[in-house]
């Protein structure tokens, strides 16, 4: 950790340590949400007991189009020497939609240099963080330059869309409408059984399942819908126009007519609907 994150995380302890027990135990360990609503401003949520979506809009008014969420880290203090720590862990972006990214820091988006007319944003940790550049490859976010750099890139495809899922690993949808896998060495091209009967839209990878976003010729569930991948095939997991999985495997989707944000946990067998964000229509969920 940086020393200016160690006094961030000492300065947001002693504050949190120094007020009533009710407050402290709302704090946990939790991932960061980031949602869009359709007019792209950006909505960040700590998965606690608050669970409160803040605004948060990107300066200078852009409209944001991709996000990805990270992870806020807490500790509750026993002990003068044990004095407890909470902070961001710095893992969560957004891209606007004229191409610029940007971080989630001191509770606000900063810009970051590096990757420019960017379409998408993913991260696992701060080590795992890529940007889709322009030119349909991806940069590597540095975090102690605090700048995207690199340059990686599939042999003669263009990147639309990523997901970093557990431990970094990099799943991509290209342009041609290909599914690729880096498996740290080379990318490797997945098994997707549509031929041209379908456009790939979005992915997410959590809880041991790949979640397409696709449109599907002659699908009667809208413009796209989310299905699951099973040995190359397409299965139908439902009339969502937006899915992701966070870091403790809970999943949100965004409805496909009325889009409201829904979220199932791990032991749920049906999706809830989250009320805090049912006044506004949601347009895309980074987790």
């Given at each position: 950790?940086?020393?200016?994150?160690?006094?961030?995380?000492?300065?947001i302890?002693?504050?949190?340590?120094?007020?009533?027990?009710?407050?402290?135990?709302?704090?946990t360990?939790?991932?960061?949400?980031?949602?869009?609503?359709?007019?792209?401003?950006?909505?960040?949520?700590?998965?606690?007991?608050?669970?409160?979506?803040?605004?948060?809009?990107?300066?200078?008014?852009?409209?944001?189009?991709?996000?990805?969420?990270?992870y806020?880290?807490?500790?509750?203090?026993?002990?003068?020497?044990?004095?407890?720590?909470?902070?961001?862990?710095?893992?969560?972006?957004?891209?606007?939609?004229?191409?610029?990214?940007?971080?989630?820091?001191d509770?606000?988006?900063?810009?970051?240099?590096?990757?420019w007319?960017a379409?998408?944003?993913?991260?696992f940790?701060?080590?795992?963080?890529?940007c889709?550049?322009?030119?349909?490859?991806?940069?590597?976010?540095?975090?102690?330059?605090e700048?995207?750099?690199?340059?990686?890139?599939?042999?003669?495809?263009?990147?639309?869309?990523?997901?970093?899922?557990l431990?970094?690993?990099?799943?991509?949808?290209?342009?041609?409408?290909?599914?690729?896998?880096?498996?740290?060495?080379?990318?490797?091209q997945?098994?997707?059984?549509?031929?041209?009967?379908?456009?790939?839209?979005?992915?997410?990878?959590g809880?041991?399942q790949?979640?397409?976003?696709?449109?599907?010729?002659?699908?009667n569930?809208?413009?796209?819908?989310v299905?699951?991948?099973?040995?190359?095939?397409?299965?139908?997991?439902?009339?969502?126009?937006?899915?992701d999985?966070?870091?403790?495997?809970?999943?949100?989707?965004?409805?496909?007519?009325?889009?409201?944000?829904?979220?199932?946990?791990?032991?749920?067998?049906?999706?809830?609907?989250?009320?805090?964000?049912s006044?506004r229509?949601?347009?895309n969920i980074?987790?």
């Amino acid at each position: 950790m940086k020393i200016k994150h160690i006094a961030q995380a000492l300065i947001i302890a002693s504050t949190t340590l120094s007020s009533t027990g009710v407050l402290a135990e709302g704090y946990t360990n939790s991932p960061v949400r980031v949602a869009i609503d359709h007019q792209g401003i950006l909505y960040v949520q700590k998965d606690d007991s608050f669970g409160v979506w803040h605004r948060q809009a990107l300066p200078y008014g852009q409209k944001a189009l991709a996000a990805s969420g990270g992870y806020f880290h807490y500790h509750f203090g026993t002990s003068p020497e044990d004095p407890g720590y909470a902070y961001y862990e710095g893992a969560t972006f957004s891209v606007s939609e004229s191409g610029n990214a940007f971080r989630y820091k001191d509770n606000n988006w900063q810009p970051v240099t590096g990757c420019w007319g960017a379409t998408d944003v993913s991260s696992f940790t701060v080590a795992h963080v890529y940007c889709v550049n322009g030119d349909g490859t991806l940069k590597k976010f540095n975090d102690a330059t605090e700048n995207f750099e690199g340059n990686y890139r599939i042999d003669n495809e263009v990147i639309t869309k990523i997901d970093v899922a557990l431990g970094g690993v990099i799943w991509a949808i290209t342009e041609s409408d290909k599914l690729y896998k880096f498996n740290g060495i080379r990318w490797e091209q997945q098994s997707v059984a549509c031929a041209k009967l379908c456009t790939l839209k979005d992915i997410a990878v959590g809880s041991g399942q790949v979640y397409l976003v696709a449109s599907v010729y002659g699908s009667n569930d809208g413009p796209q819908s989310v299905y699951t991948l099973n040995d190359g095939e397409l299965v139908k997991f439902g009339a969502f126009y937006n899915i992701d999985v966070d870091r403790e495997g809970v999943i949100w989707a965004i409805s496909n007519y009325t889009r409201t944000l829904f979220y199932k946990r791990p032991g749920m067998s049906e999706f809830a609907e989250d009320t805090q964000m049912s006044q506004r229509v949601s347009s895309n969920i980074g987790g």
